[in-house]
């Protein structure tokens, strides 16, 4: 028997106590534990929402926790009762936050008041929607050309906002509007051109997922 014929399709849950550890520490710190553990259970199942980290599907007869570790951090990142307001910014100036990591930026929580740059103090500052509307208008109203102007919005904005979002930037003139995948997905498209061949590079991520499983004799069913 070769080392191959030893391995059969393994259908029991993926990860460990390590990542039950980790996702527990992540769900504690979230300091918003009753409702992020009702949320969790809601994750990829009818009558809840999607998972936050990824688009990887489910099955229906995969049990009732249907995310993985990433996917239980993502939900208690989202949400988190951790506030960042406006005292913060003005404890840490913008070159000081440049210096700490991604993981310690996303830790500190979730704005509560719109802020906008300062360049005279390297601190963000407080405002409201109307002054940040008027900012931004002045500066789109300020260029020779709509193709001068990049817009994108968030993954994790809803079809309807995106869509009116879309339609704000055709009406203003211009059609570049990336949207979050190509943050998302075409540095991992690249990278797998350049270390699996140019056609998986060329296709989306998916595609390229097919063609990979096709090759290990896996069904995408």
């Known amino acids: 028997?070769?080392?191959?014929?030893?391995?059969?399709?393994?259908?029991?849950?993926?990860?460990?106590?390590?990542?039950?550890?980790?996702?527990?520490?992540?769900?504690?710190?979230?300091?918003?534990a009753l409702k992020?553990?009702?949320a969790m259970l809601k994750t990829n199942q009818n009558g809840g929402f999607d998972c936050p980290g990824c688009a990887w599907g489910e099955s229906p007869e995969s049990g009732m926790v249907k995310f993985c570790e990433n996917g239980a951090k993502a939900v208690n990142w989202e949400a988190t009762g951790r506030l960042v307001n406006p005292a913060f910014f003005?404890?840490?100036?913008?070159?000081?936050?440049?210096?700490?990591?991604d993981y310690w930026l996303e830790y500190q929580g979730r704005l509560?008041?719109?802020?906008?740059?300062?360049?005279?103090?390297?601190?963000?500052?407080?405002?409201?929607?109307?002054?940040?509307?008027?900012l931004i208008a002045r500066h789109l109203n300020a260029l020779e050309s709509p193709d001068q102007a990049e817009f994108y919005t968030s993954g994790?904005?809803?079809?309807?906002?995106?869509?009116?979002?879309?339609?704000?930037?055709?009406?203003?003139?211009?059609?570049?509007?990336?949207?979050?995948?190509?943050?998302?997905?075409?540095?991992?498209?690249?990278s797998m051109g350049e270390s699996l061949g140019s056609v998986l590079a060329l296709g989306v991520v998916a595609g390229a997922l097919r063609l990979l499983m096709h090759a290990a004799g896996m069904s995408t069913h």
């Not at 259908?11 to 990542?19: H, I, L, P, Q, Y």
């Not at 003005?90 to 990591?101: G, I, M, N, R």
């Not at 509560?112 to 008027?134: N, S």
């Open 156 to 190: 994790r904005a809803s079809n309807e906002a995106a869509f009116l979002y879309q339609l704000f930037v055709r009406a203003y003139g211009t059609n570049n509007f990336p949207d979050c995948s190509n943050m998302c997905h075409e540095a991992s498209a690249v």
């Open 36 to 38: 992020n553990i009702r």
């Open 90 to 101: 003005d404890k840490y100036s913008v070159s000081t936050l440049a210096e700490q990591s």
């Open 112 to 134: 509560t008041h719109p802020m906008r740059y300062d360049a005279a103090t390297d601190h963000y500052v407080e405002t409201t929607w109307d002054e940040a509307f008027a």
């Open 1 to 32: 028997m070769s080392q191959v014929d030893r391995y059969k399709p393994y259908k029991g849950a993926a990860a460990g106590w390590g990542a039950l550890i980790s996702v527990t520490k992540n769900w504690l710190g979230s300091e918003n």
